[in-house]
Every structure is written in structure tokens, then in C-alpha cells.
């Protein structure tokens, strides 16, 4: 079936909604196909937000705990605020409950969100129940964060960036993707100390969430050092029951929710020096503009990557 | 089946969350059980904010067009800020589209959307789009007004306000809760110039949403004129059909999105005089501690209205 038309996707979608959307005002500062917007208001302080749902058979199975829902809701929406080098202050929730969702069940969800809300001092300040009548059941969480820093987007990539990595990559479907700490205290330390280039959360898996800054920040290409690539003890179970290479498993599994971001070379040699004992923070690749596409990096050889990741489709 | 225990519903949940959410911060205006929260930022601005879902066949029947679908998301999130008195500013929306969701269907909800936050110079800066694989289709909006004004909560009635309401009501299921224009530019002007003492939108239907302003003001009762309160032309077709009595249609039809609010008897006079050809406001009732429950009277019989109104429910 290689012959026929791809299905159009979101991206397809939000690709023809950033073309009909008018230009923002000045005050509009990131608007859409950023981790997060961003709003000056009439003083110092900046607005930044994001909105982003948990849909169950899609991001959670309809057999998990509505706790670990909940948790997953919340802690995906404070990551994409961690992504802008930002603190979250506040949310609000929506949650849409399936036909079969109990009052117990509700309230597991609502601990799940208090868990990592409460871990990371954001409060719940509002929400909407509904009920799908099916059997469907979907949070939704909007995150702010309010701040006077300068928040950092996914489209300030320059050519010759070191290419850098929170934590450890791969393998988080045994269960990462659902009890993970959104990687807050790490962002907004590194945003406060360091002239970070650009920042994203990995979410569609390593290779596709560099793609994304690649495109947001017109670059070229990269190459990823393969050897420097951290390797998480699930990536490595998940392997062996897959018996693809491990090293897939770091590229193209998504959800890892750990930060990537670019910085000039020298600046990555002050956050390595500056991690030490900290932060679990690796080097593993550069932009260049002298490539097209995203190559990984093993000795002398270099391979292209396939572009692949998770994406929803819809009918055209 | 009158003996059966009751399935628990969205406001025993909320009920719950609210007693298990800890006290908020002191800039933390207005939290959970009002139509929109209010949070002071570090200057003189404060952030209102709603977030509100509709789900097919819930809040719009399968058939209804998508384009319909998006404009009563965006208009009911609007709405939700007007009723604090306080103007949008911007939004987020989050989709999650049903297996047989198209590309074209897709458009359709940006444009509904659009049609209304145009309307209202309301930005649409960011949001997320997934599909449920299944036969649901959900539209979630938070909206956000920043403002330097005070905005207008449910809960400041005083025994002995008037009662007050935009417009004419009931039959909004002949069409208009679907297509509404969300009473903005009033709430705002009647906030900008008047004293409310407290203020919603018409969502659950005009005796529900008085409840709602009795219960979160700690008031005890109100009376309702059956002779002043504004019919719309749809509740009278739709009495046409149901045979029931039009007024029913007025107090117990949801989904007016009419402002429903309340002010000391000496505003509410200025406040008519005021309204005199630019808004439709009608002065239907009072706040009466002396009461317990909602009345209607008409001539000298005070009739006491049943506690009804649209409400979701999920197993115990």
C-alpha cells in the first residue's frame, strides 16, 4: 500500500491553521507550534500556556489506573511549560468521564493531577466535568506559568549548537510515560543560569522532537553521536523483548518527557560543568546546517534516520 | 424507582473537590465554583480564566455540523469570562476528533471558532489536536481575560438585590445554543459602570444558575416575577409543541448564555435607565433571606419552583 495517498494528519491540520491564522499582536510573544504561547501582559510579567489532552486507548490504555491518568494528564501539561525554560504556576482541568467512569474513578483522577500538581506547588483553580455517555474518557489540562524570564522556544536552533539531553531515553511504554516527573526545577534552572538556544520536551520520541526544532528554527540538519546517547534501563528491557537495537528504542520511542535543548558549544561546556552532581545532562549531537535531515553518528559512519514518529490521523 | 439511591453527579464530584482542595494563596482571588477563577500576577493585572468542553452528543447532537459544533465551544468559553464582567483576550482550544473526523471537519471547527473569537478580537494562541480513534468528538476551550478591573463573581448576592437579566429566554434548543453571541461587550459595560453585586451566565437554565448565585452568595432564598421575566420567541414555538406552559420553557430551558445578575435595588434603576435602547435588561426578581428556595410569584400567589436542571451523571 506504499502507493497510496497518506491519510492527513494533525500536523496537516495544524500546518493549514497556522497559514489562517492572522498575525498576532506584538504583546503575542510564541504563538502557535511552540510547546506553549506566550503573552506579555500590560506589565513585566509573561503568560505562558499550553492546553493538552490524555484520550484514553490512545495515551493511556482503558485498563489504567485512573490515578496514573490523572498523573499522566497533569504532569504532560506542566512539561510543556518546563519546555519553555518556565515555571508552572496554575491549571485548570477538563475531563470528559466514559459511560462507565464511577464517582470513585473521578476522584482517583483528580488525586493523580493533586500528586504531581502539589509536588511542583501548582494549584487547581478550576475545571469542567462532563460525560461522554460512551465509552470514552478524556482529560484535558491547560497549564500557566507567569513569569518575568525570558521563555525559551523551540525556534532559536543556530548552526553549530551543541544538542543536549535531560536524564536517560527509551523505552518508557513499561511504564515511564505514565508516572514520570516533568523535568520543571531542571528547566527553569537551566533558563535562569544559561543562554539556552532553543528547548522542546521530548514527547513524539527524540529523532521527531529534534525535527521539530530543526523546522521551528529553519535549520538543516543535525547529526546525533550515537555513543552519547543516554541509554534508559527500560530502553534496554524493551529491547531485549523486541530485539530491536537499543538504540532505536532511545531515537524513536516517545514520552520520554525529558528536555532537549541547544546551546552554543561553549555554553554546553558551562551546563555539562554546572550539571555535574546535579542533573543527569548529556551531549549528544550538533545542528549543522551543512546536512538535510537528521543523521545518527556511530565512529566514521553516519546514517540518515528515517522521519517517524507518533501521529493521529484523521480522513481527508 | 423514587426509593433508589440517586447516582452521584458532576457537582457531588466537584462538592468533594472542593473539600479536598487546600486554601489558595492569597493572590488567588476566585477558585473553584465560579464561572471563571481570577489570579492577581505580581503587577496590578489579573488573569481570569475558564476552561469548558462540549462533547457530541451531549452538548451537540452527532449531526450538527462541525462548523456549529466549534462557534458554541469558543462562544461558551467567551461566555464564561463575560459573566465575570471582564472581556477575553485570548484562548486555547484542545480537539480530540472521532475516527470519522475529516480533514474538512477539522476546518470546519476552526472556523466555527474563529467566527466568534474574530468577532469578539479574541486570539487563538495554541492548542492541541488528538483524535479519541472512536465515535466521540470533543471540543475543549480555555479562555483567558487579562484585565486591571474587578471582575464580578456568583457569590457577592445580598438579601434584597434585584435580579436582573440580558435578554429574552427559553427554546434555545430551536437553534440558539448553537449559534449564541456571548453577551461580552454587556458584562463588561455593565461591570465597567455599574455596582453588581453578582453575576452568571445562563447555562443550566434560569432557576438552576439562581441557585447557583443563592448558593455561592449564602443566600437563602429569591423570588422570581412570572410576569416580568423576558420570553424569547423560540420558547414560545417550542411551548407550541410541548404544550407545556412558556414559562417553564423560561426558567428551566438551558443554554441562554444570557448574563444573569444581581444589584442593590438603587443600581438596578440606574441600571434600566442606562440599558434604554442599547441592551434588552429586564429586573425579574429579589434576593429574599426571608425565603428558603426559589418562588415565583405572580399577582399574589408565590409558587415554589422544583430543583431541576441539566446535570451529568456517573456511577456511585
Known amino acids: 500500500m506504499t502507493s497510496a495517498k497518506k491519510p492527513p494528519t494533525e500536523i496537516d491540520f495544524i500546518q493549514w491553521i497556522r497559514e489562517h491564522t492572522p498575525q498576532l499582536p506584538e504583546n503575542y510573544v510564541v504563538g502557535i507550534g511552540d510547546d506553549s504561547a506566550v503573552v506579555n501582559t500590560f506589565g513585566k510579567t509573561s503568560v505562558v500556556i499550553t492546553t493538552d489532552s490524555v484520550v484514553e486507548g490512545v495515551h493511556f490504555k482503558p485498563e489504567t489506573e485512573p490515578y496514573l491518568a490523572g498523573r499522566k494528564a497533569m504532569a504532560r501539561g506542566l512539561s510543556d511549560i518546563a519546555a519553555m525554560g518556565v515555571e508552572p504556576s496554575f491549571c485548570v482541568a477538563a475531563v470528559c468521564f466514559g459511560q462507565n467512569s464511577s464517582l470513585r474513578d473521578a476522584k482517583a483522577v483528580y488525586k493523580g493531577m493533586r500528586f504531581i500538581a502539589d509536588k511542583f506547588n501548582v494549584k487547581i483553580i478550576g475545571g469542567d466535568v462532563s460525560n461522554s455517555g460512551k465509552n470514552l474518557f478524556l482529560i484535558n489540562v491547560t497549564a500557566i506559568g507567569l513569569t518575568r524570564m525570558k521563555p525559551v522556544t523551540r525556534s532559536g536552533a543556530r548552526d553549530g549548537d551543541a544538542i543536549l539531553v535531560t536524564g536517560a531515553l527509551g523505552g518508557s511504554i513499561l511504564g515511564r510515560h505514565l508516572n514520570f516527573l516533568p523535568r520543571i526545577k ?78 552554543s558549544q561553549q555554553e554546553a561546556r558551562k551546563i555539562l560543568e554546572w550539571a555535574k552532581g546535579r542533573i543527569k545532562i548529556s551531549v549528544i549531537g550538533q545542528i549543522r546546517n551543512n546536512k538535510k535531515g537528521i543523521f545518527l553518528g556511530s565512529g566514521n559512519r553516519e546514517t540518515e534516520l528515517e522521519k517517524k514518529g507518533y501521529r493521529h490521523t484523521m480522513r481527508s
Chains 1, 2 share one sequence.
Not at 204 to 226: F, N, P
Open 186 to 263: 531542571e528547566g527553569l534552572a537551566l533558563n535562569r543560569k544559561f543562554k539556552l538556544h532553543s528547548m522542546i520536551d521530548i514527547s513524539d520520541g527524540l529523532a521527531a522532537d529534534l525535527g521539530h526544532i530543526l523546522e521551528e528554527s529553519r535549520c538543516r540538519g543535525a547529526v546525533l553521536y550515537e555513543n552519547a546517547i543516554p541509554v534508559s534501563a527500560s530502553a534496554e528491557k524493551l529491547a531485549r523483548s523486541t530485539r530491536r537495537p537499543v538504540i532505536e528504542h532511545c531515537i524513536y520511542d516517545g514520552e520520554d518527557y525529558e528536555l532537549l535543548f541547544t546551546a
